[in-house]
């Protein structure tokens, strides 16, 4: 459903030129900082030292700013796969302790980064944006999404911790989903579904006093019509603020949700990914058509709406293409990652003064082979 | 035109809507409304007020209404989202949006006519005689004086219906003269037949609480399949296979559907080229009802060149042209991908293309394709395009004994026999992979709605069950006759 920002006018408040400017100057200022970091004999990680030998151009003297950037040939998503995982360590950060979360993973090895303290970092700048009327500080948090060597599932409990609170957690292989889905055995999928939402509905009333939760729209929705079916709401449960996230986020779903799911709770869309950490959605509102548009924690991570076709060209605003995304910190340097998503390109929004994203869903070249499970 | 989901009785425009164009122009015919599988799972929370609804109203009433709904369905014009429709406006909308050509559109809609016309015969025969407020009632006492109980399984029964074969419908229309709510999920080209006939029903005095439109994607589809306490699907062999023994779910697939000649009429087999090539190309062969393979143990040589003289030539007419035979394949190149995987089977050891001297059967348009007739003649069962069923007419002509017919056929939705021999009768009559048997010359095409169609639809939707109840035993009032829905 592509958002045609060209021809309406925006609701919201488009960023000023200025903004956007001064955004670009930091954006540029710390890509610098970033390739002199990662490219750097004494500081950079094994895998970008090694690779910068195969290169036409020497990083450390041509790349200046983020255009820069597209004199690196395509990221492969191949080479996240297998170890060793301390080939990506910065030697600048070496010795200290290290976390390696993964993504994929249904067959064959999965892709993995590793972590020091970046999802940290994202988390607590994304903490920044929740209002603090339905997130208030020292509640108590439940993430009701994948566990296991999920970097979402630590992340959350440190958003939990850096706001005062404690985090609950339910037991989910999102691995096991994708597989029921693949067999067809839908039967064990909603066996599956109801034994978390058993789990969360457990948490929930057991007087932990649980005011903000971590879900998925489709265990949104199974929560909230199993609360139902006991006679009572979300906003009963004691929840008052969301956060959720995945690419089955639409307009549709989220009216839907706003008006039959959350009996008044605050819902907070975001997009993420074990790459590049958190997106926040501008405010979503009816006079805006539900339009979920996620803008990038720009300068660590930023997205771009390209071509499919010309990968390193951004799409008109309004305009369809593929996810781009580059990750910029000093643990984690990935140029150019083509993702798996498409969306449309929105307008600078004035909290976040540079390119948003809407309309975020499989890529529509790859998605017969992608199997939506709980994100 | 936009057509919104119907939540029992409350229109619902979604913000998500699929655009529906002309297979040939790419013009649009109409928007959709799409929903998800949560706006299901949360309204069936709600689905025995569909059945209260029903039940409110005499079961004679409620046959009354349904035949005057027909007549509207098939001869009126009602109002399908937002806009009077006629007859020919359905069948131009259903044509452009499907590729059926129109005059095949308006044929189905009369049998969906008939059935509706007829419903208080086929209830009488689905039923075996009992007085329709048994199933108002949950019980009731039939004509041999005996009490019989019939417990409703589900207050809805939930349909995912197809896109390419509008011929299905006759299947659910007879379910709200049973006392069960209705809850639709449209095909994704096809809502034409789901909307014109709830406008249709809900005109003529249906309640509108009993009859539920859910249009979205394949997640609308597997919750009404996981959530409705009975429902029906219509897929793929792979479909079949997933829901195969699940109680709660009746599978609609391919039909293999068959002609048995047997040895004593097989000489005469020219007596029965027509009926046989009726068998294989009405409603442009998209029926699990159409005819997939004839076996016969001689002149399948014969048999397979008159087919295919017969069908062979038929060509892609326009879809609003009164003598067009054939369905496009509307999704973009899949009559190319079909006709690819055919050619792949057609140069095996003891298969010959029967229609192959009519030329070319893939026939390409801008933005859809055609395929033609193709009889295909095997020499025995063992060709894996013998066991081939496709959505146009298709047919297999095998080489096989008459003794070993039966074991070779496989599953077989409707056979056609042809055979005097008591013998060979008694062993069609025994076969259980037979679904409906036609003994002489019948099409397959051919059915009798007052007999049961792939299981009698009583059976699914109600349990037969004892109930004794002493004489100073209160009465069952209707309002406590509804089953609660499955996950409650």
């Known amino acids: ?375 | 035109m936009h057509l919104t989901a119907f939540r029992f009785g409350k229109p619902y425009e979604s913000l998500e809507r699929n655009k529906l164009v002309h297979f040939m122009t790419g013009e649009p015919v109409a928007e959709v409304s799409q929903v998800g599988g949560a706006i299901v799972n949360r309204d069936l929370r709600k689905a025995g007020n569909a059945r209260k609804a029903i039940l409110k109203i005499d079961p004679e009433e409620i046959v009354e209404r349904l035949q005057t709904a027909g007549n509207l369905y098939a001869l009126g014009t009602v109002d399908v989202g937002g806009v009077k429709q006629s007859p020919d406006d359905f069948a131009r909308q259903q044509s452009a949006t499907t590729g059926l050509p129109e005059n095949l559109c308006l044929a189905n809609m009369k049998k969906n006519l008939f059935v509706l016309s007829n419903m208080d015969r086929m209830l009488d025969a689905l039923s075996r005689g009992l007085p329709p407020e048994v199933f108002w009632r949950g019980y009731g006492t039939e004509h041999r004086d005996v009490v019989v109980s019939y417990q409703a399984q589900s207050p809805v029964l939930g349909l995912v219906l197809p896109s390419n074969s509008p011929g299905v419908h006759t299947l659910w229309l007879p379910v709200v003269a049973l006392g069960i709510g209705l809850l639709l999920k449209p095909g994704g080209q096809e809502p034409w037949t789901p909307y014109r006939m709830a406008a249709a029903m809900i005109e003529a005095g249906i309640p509108e609480e009993a009859i539920g439109l859910y249009p979205g994607a394949t997640d609308v589809g597997a919750a009404i399949l996981a959530s409705c306490g009975r429902s029906m699907i219509f897929g793929s062999a792979k479909t079949v296979e997933q829901y195969r023994g699940n109680p709660a779910v009746q599978v609609h697939g391919p039909g293999f559907s068959k002609f048995l000649l047997g040895d004593d009429c097989v000489d005469n087999w020219a007596d029965y080229i027509d009926i046989m090539a009726d068998s294989i190309a009405a409603n442009s062969g998209r029926g699990c009802i159409n005819c997939s393979a004839i076996y016969a143990s001689r002149h399948t040589h014969e048999i397979a060149d008159a087919l295919a003289e017969k069908l062979g030539v038929e060509e892609v007419r326009a879809p609003d042209d009164p003598e067009a035979t054939l369905a496009a394949f509307t999704v973009p190149g899949a009559a190319k991908a079909i006709w690819e995987q055919i050619d792949g089977l057609l140069d095996k050891p003891g298969v010959r293309h029967a229609t192959a001297p009519y030329g070319s059967r893939f026939v390409e348009g801008e933005r859809c394709g055609w395929l033609r007739p193709t009889i295909v003649e095997c020499d025995s069962p063992d060709p894996e395009i013998a066991r081939a069923e496709y959505m146009f007419p298709f047919c297999n002509v095998v080489k096989c004994p008459q003794e070993k017919m039966l074991d070779r056929i496989g599953p077989t939705l409707v056979a056609t026999a042809i055979s005097n021999d008591p013998h060979f009768q008694r062993e069609l009559i025994d076969a259980s992979h037979i679904d409906r048997l036609n003994i002489g010359p019948l099409p397959t095409i051919k059915l009798d709605w007052l007999q049961p169609h792939e299981g009698n639809i009583i059976d699914f939707l109600y349990r037969s069950r004892a109930l004794q109840m002493t004489e100073t035993s209160a009465v069952v009032s209707t309002a406590t006759a509804v089953p609660a829905q499955s996950g409650t």
């Open chain 1, 1 to 375: 459903m592509p958002a045609d920002t060209t021809e309406k006018t925006p609701v919201f408040d488009v960023a000023d030129e200025q903004s956007i400017a001064r955004g670009k100057e930091k954006l540029d200022a710390h890509t610098a900082e970033i390739i002199a970091w990662h490219f750097h004999p004494s500081t950079g990680s094994p895998f970008w030292l090694e690779y910068a030998k195969t290169l036409s151009f020497d990083p450390l003297q041509e790349v200046k700013c983020f255009d820069d950037l597209k004199k690196f040939p395509a990221f492969e998503d191949e080479w996240l796969r297998g170890g060793p995982v301390t080939r990506w360590i910065p030697k600048g950060f070496a010795g200290q302790p290290a976390y390696v979360f993964e993504t994929g993973g249904t067959t064959g090895t999965p892709k993995s980064r590793v972590n020091l303290r970046d999802f940290r970092t994202d988390y607590e700048e994304f903490s920044e944006t929740l209002p603090e009327e339905y997130f208030p500080k020292g509640a108590n948090w439940l993430m009701l999404g994948p566990s296991g060597p999920r970097r979402l599932r630590l992340s959350i409990e440190h958003l939990a911790q850096h706001r005062g609170g404690i985090c609950f957690c339910i037991d989910l292989d999102p691995r096991w989903v994708i597989k029921l889905i693949q067999k067809g055995w839908m039967e064990h999928l909603e066996a599956y579904k109801d034994h978390c939402i058993d789990q969360a509905i457990t948490v929930l009333e057991s007087g932990h006093d649980i005011r903000c939760m971590f879900t998925t729209p489709k265990l949104l929705e199974s929560l909230a019509i199993a609360l139902e079916k006991k006679g009572t709401t979300i906003r009963e449960a004691g929840i008052t603020g969301i956060f959720s996230g995945g690419t089955e986020f639409t307009p549709q779903w989220t009216r839907f949700a706003v008006e039959e799911l959350l009996d008044g709770a605050f819902m907070t869309p975001t997009y993420g990914n074990t790459l590049m950490g958190l997106a926040a959605s501008r405010p979503v509102v009816p006079e805006d058509g539900y339009t979920i548009a996620y803008y990038s924690p720009q300068p660590r991570a930023v997205i771009e709406v390209v071509d499919f076709d010309d990968t390193n060209s951004v799409v008109p605003y309004g305009g369809t293409g593929r996810v781009k995304l580059t990750t910029l910190t000093k643990e984690t340097f990935v140029p150019g990652f083509l993702e798996r998503d498409e969306g449309e390109r929105e307008l600078p929004y004035a909290k976040y003064p540079w390119d948003g994203i809407s309309g975020v869903r499989p890529f529509s070249k790859l998605a017969t082979a992608t199997t939506v499970g709980v994100y």
